[in-house]
């Protein structure tokens, strides 16, 4: 993205081939955001352990036992006990 806007190529036209908007793609270019920070939190898995997760789903669709969207969490918080790690506090 910042490559093609250096190379010539307008900060409106780069961010439509990019399908971003205009004014991230600015913000980027002019420093004022960094790139490759995240807002948030840190993440609390991984990525090797995300892609154990994910892994995990894969192998289970494909013998016929998908994970729902309501036991998937319970079986990483149960994950995240077993290792040690610390869970945030989810607000309803």
Known sequence: MN?????GL?????????GIKT????????GQVEIGRRKGP???????EESQFADWLIELANRGFGASKESFPGAVKMFLDK?????????S
Do not use: C, N, Y
């Not at 490559?3 to 190379?7: F, G, K, T, Y």
């Not at 307008?10 to 990019?18: C, G, L, R, T, V």
């Not at 004014?23 to 002019?30: I, N």
């Not at 040690?84 to 607000?91: D, E, F, I, L, R």
């Open 3 to 7: 490559d093609d806007v250096r190379a």
């Open 10 to 18: 307008s900060i409106q036209k780069a961010a439509k081939i990019w």
């Open 23 to 30: 004014t991230t793609l600015q913000d980027r270019v002019s």
């Open 42 to 48: 840190p993440p609390i898995l991984t990525k090797q």
């Open 83 to 91: 290792d040690g790690k610390a869970t945030p506090s989810v607000v």
